[in-house]
């Protein structure tokens, strides 16, 4: 015999359990009393076992129904559950999102967001990865993750994007360099010295920024070559006579052994972009409207 239970009856025969009288349980329901009790009748054969029991004098609920309604008040728990989260998601408020940030992103971008995020969906979970601009831009390409915070150019189809601020790129030097006492350094002066820059592939937006500001000054970066990360950069202008280059937000907190100067005349500038594929799942359109409730988003370090 097929156990297809209605959660209507179900409901009812809660209704009877709680309020142990027919007429109050028939008008909380707003149900005539003769349909109540048919309703009790056919949730009865369907289970194959009495219930609840009365006379003139009481309702009393059996043993089966003692244990019945324990188990019911759970079904109905998980039903309800099952329906809220379905039209949480069909609204746009629930569900997961995969999100890729840098470390200025993070700094500046993502931490207000996500408050403001945790607020007005509290339901929505989230994956975080950080990683560096290119590695995060594939990954976007290829469906790993929902949505990128990096640095960017003006990014082209089928990515969308929005400009969240612009950030300086400073200089990194070791405590031992001749210009370790200046605070700015005139980036045509770098034609004088060995510049270390991260591959291409790492942060495209970063190197063209480097490269574009250099043909501007009319220089040749002496290029003395290439690394892949932020840690291998710090021991290398530590222990070697080379410069190097990144944000302003990172090289505010620089490794040991080195220190920070500002570029100037000019001073290059990179995007920080939020970017997205088209057509995406609704939690990436509510975490870009909580990213536009949190922001604007400044750079407070002055050219």
Same mark, same amino acid.
């Given at each position: 015999m097929e156990n297809k239970l209605e959660f209507r009856y179900i409901r009812s025969f809660l209704a009877i359990a709680e309020e142990l009288h027919f007429g109050r349980a028939a008008a909380r329901l707003h149900l005539a009393q003769p349909s109540l009790s048919q309703q009790l009748q056919r949730l009865e054969r369907q289970v194959g076992a009495e219930l609840v029991t009365r006379n003139s004098r009481e309702v009393k609920l059996t043993a089966a129904g003692l244990a019945f309604e324990a188990e019911a008040r759970r079904l109905l728990e998980h039903a309800d559950r099952a329906v809220a989260v379905a039209r949480e998601v069909a609204a746009g408020r629930s569900?997961?999102?995969s999100i890729g940030f840098n470390f200025d992103a993070g700094q500046r971008v993502l931490a207000p967001t996500l408050r403001r995020l945790n607020v007005e969906y509290p339901h929505l979970s989230t994956t975080l990865w950080e990683a560096r601009s290119g590695a995060l831009i594939a990954a976007l390409h290829e469906g790993k993750i929902d949505l990128a915070l990096s640095f960017a150019s003006a990014p082209t189809e089928p990515l969308r994007s929005h400009r969240l601020l612009t950030v300086p790129l400073a200089l990194l030097?070791? @405590? @031992? !360099?001749?210009?370790?006492?200046?605070? !700015?350094?005139?980036?045509r002066d770098l034609a004088r010295d060995r510049v270390l820059l991260f591959r291409r592939e790492a942060s495209p937006a970063m190197y063209d920024a480097i490269l574009s500001t250099a043909d501007r000054c009319g220089i040749s970066l002496p290029v003395s070559g290439y690394v892949d990360d932020s840690g291998a950069t710090a021991l290398t202008v530590a222990t070697r006579s080379v410069v190097a280059f990144a944000s302003s937000v990172r090289a505010r907190v620089p490794a040991q052994g080195l220190v920070a100067a500002q570029l100037v005349d000019p001073q290059p500038m990179v995007g920080v972009y939020a970017l997205w594929r088209p057509d995406p799942r609704p939690p990436v359109g509510m975490f870009l409207r909580s990213l536009e409730a949190a922001g604007p988003f400044t750079e407070s370090v002055s050219a």
């Amino acid at each position: 015999m097929e156990n297809k239970l209605e959660f209507r009856y179900i409901r009812s025969f809660l209704a009877i359990a709680e309020e142990l009288h027919f007429g109050r349980a028939a008008a909380r329901l707003h149900l005539a009393q003769p349909s109540l009790s048919q309703q009790l009748q056919r949730l009865e054969r369907q289970v194959g076992a009495e219930l609840v029991t009365r006379n003139s004098r009481e309702v009393k609920l059996t043993a089966a129904g003692l244990a019945f309604e324990a188990e019911a008040r759970r079904l109905l728990e998980h039903a309800d559950r099952a329906v809220a989260v379905a039209r949480e998601v069909a609204a746009g408020r629930s569900g997961s999102i995969s999100i890729g940030f840098n470390f200025d992103a993070g700094q500046r971008v993502l931490a207000p967001t996500l408050r403001r995020l945790n607020v007005e969906y509290p339901h929505l979970s989230t994956t975080l990865w950080e990683a560096r601009s290119g590695a995060l831009i594939a990954a976007l390409h290829e469906g790993k993750i929902d949505l990128a915070l990096s640095f960017a150019s003006a990014p082209t189809e089928p990515l969308r994007s929005h400009r969240l601020l612009t950030v300086p790129l400073a200089l990194l030097l070791g @405590q @031992q !360099h001749r210009w370790a006492e200046r605070s !700015h350094v005139p980036f045509r002066d770098l034609a004088r010295d060995r510049v270390l820059l991260f591959r291409r592939e790492a942060s495209p937006a970063m190197y063209d920024a480097i490269l574009s500001t250099a043909d501007r000054c009319g220089i040749s970066l002496p290029v003395s070559g290439y690394v892949d990360d932020s840690g291998a950069t710090a021991l290398t202008v530590a222990t070697r006579s080379v410069v190097a280059f990144a944000s302003s937000v990172r090289a505010r907190v620089p490794a040991q052994g080195l220190v920070a100067a500002q570029l100037v005349d000019p001073q290059p500038m990179v995007g920080v972009y939020a970017l997205w594929r088209p057509d995406p799942r609704p939690p990436v359109g509510m975490f870009l409207r909580s990213l536009e409730a949190a922001g604007p988003f400044t750079e407070s370090v002055s050219a």
